[in-house]
């Protein structure tokens, strides 16, 4: 998962079902105000 938060670009590993699930994971654990650029299955 590519994500921009803080106006800095950050990759993240996040163990999910689905892409919809990895990304409700990650708006919990970093808040609501992140760009979320791309996920991609591994």
Request: charged share 40%; aromatic share 2%.
């Amino acid at each position: 998962m590519t994500m921009e938060k803080d106006g800095g670009k950050e990759t993240y590993e996040i163990p999910a079902r689905s892409s919809a699930d990895a990304r409700k994971i990650s708006r919990r654990r970093h808040g609501e105000d992140v760009i979320i650029h791309s996920v991609q299955k591994k």
